[in-house]
């Protein structure tokens, strides 16, 4: 990516600390929870332990990693090497599955973070190859569209790896969908028909090294829009989390074959709040390129977000307004797409 441009330069408020930047003296802290999902592999075993250290994990930090989680690793590998492979292709071959203002799905080097650049460049498919959205995010507006993944040629079997993990991972997703349930004293089945026609999909990110890793950021602070993360990082590290307690960043260590779980949005509304959807940005450096892989899990265009009525009585009162994912989700793609002169849409804009 070359110099930095002014394009990427953070406000000073949001630059990270340099002397955690340099990828040899990142400081880990063990305080993000590690939870253990083993005892999943028995259908029969009670998942009410897990579910409490979840609950925890959620109302703590919004963040967690698990371990033993059933995605296999040779899978993992293998979707790793086609994600190195495809960046390694010349731009003029990238680009040629570039994203457009239409369709989100793709390849692109400009993605905005609250209107800043990131020094990244990703990869984005949807889970489905073929997925129903609003066609724009004016909420009169009732036109659908339906987007399709846009494939490479090369690396040759960059599809078909592409498509096995995400299987992978979405049975994964609603695993922990039904534990977030339980967690909550509710039906393990009680988020899942929201995903009927799921809008969710997966990115491949490339961090490359960056001349100035003091000014810029991989991916500035943002919070997930969807339901929940899964997010496979490999061993560079540069993933901070904002610490729910005081606000102070604070880096995800990285475990070899762990996935980082992360509560968005639409789980902090259903839970009122309960649950909390941590800011997250992050750092680059300037020897090492990284890569990571987030699933993203999203709702149906057509769900409606809001407090579940279980969780909401006269002592806790809703939060939030009732908005459609649908629209949500277009009005965020827009601005991440290219710097816009309006802030972007958050969820505090539907505070009750
Ligand atoms: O690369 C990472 O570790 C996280 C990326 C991220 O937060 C995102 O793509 O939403
Ligand atoms: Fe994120």
Redesign the pocket.
Same mark, same amino acid.
């Given at each position: 990516m070359g110099e930095l441009d002014e394009a990427f330069i953070q406000a000073p408020e949001h630059r990270p600390n340099t002397h955690l930047t340099n990828s040899n003296d990142f400081i880990y802290s063990d305080e993000i929870p590690t939870i253990d999902l083993s005892s999943l592999r028995d259908p029969d075993h009670d998942k009410t332990a897990i579910a409490a250290e979840i609950a925890e994990a959620c109302k703590r930090w919004g963040f967690f990693q698990v371990i033993n989680h059933g995605l296999p690793s040779d899978l993992r590998r293998r979707v790793e090497e086609a994600c190195a492979e495809f960046f390694n292709l010349s731009t003029e071959e990238k680009r040629k599955v570039k994203r457009d203002e239409v369709n989100p799905m793709g390849y692109h080097d400009e993605e905005h973070t609250k209107n800043v650049r990131d020094w990244k460049e990703i990869f984005d498919f949807f889970l489905q190859d073929s997925t129903i959205v609003p066609a724009t995010p004016d909420p009169e507006d009732t036109e659908l569209r339906k987007l399709t993944n846009q494939w490479p040629q090369n690396p040759s079997h960059f599809r078909e790896v592409c498509q096995e993990y995400a299987r992978e991972v979405e049975k994964l997703a609603f695993r922990l969908l039904e534990l977030v349930s339980i967690s909550l004293g509710l039906p393990g089945d009680r988020l899942t028909g929201f995903f009927n026609e799921q809008t969710s999909f997966l990115?491949f990110?490339h961090y490359p090294p960056c001349p100035n890793p003091e000014l810029a950021l991989? @991916?500035g602070r943002?919070k997930?829009g969807g339901a929940l993360?899964v997010?496979a990082?490999d061993s560079v590290g540069?993933?901070q989390v904002s610490r729910r307690s005081d606000g102070q960043w604070i880096p995800v260590k990285p475990i070899s074959d762990a996935l980082i779980i992360n509560i968005g949005n639409c789980i902090q509304v259903w839970t009122n709040d309960k649950y909390w959807s941590a800011e997250?940005r @992050?750092v680059v450096n300037t020897s090492k390129k990284r890569f990571?892989i987030?699933f993203f899990f999203f709702p149906s265009h057509e769900a409606n977000i809001a407090p579940l009525e279980e969780l909401i009585s006269e002592e806790n009162p809703p939060c939030y307004k009732k908005y459609n994912w649908g629209k949500f989700f277009v009005s965020r793609n827009r601005s991440d797409f290219k710097k816009l002169e309006v802030e972007n849409i958050q969820i505090d804009h539907f505070k009750a």
């Open positions: 990115r990110n991989g @991916v943002h997930d993360t997010l990082q540069g993933l997250h @992050v990571s987030p």
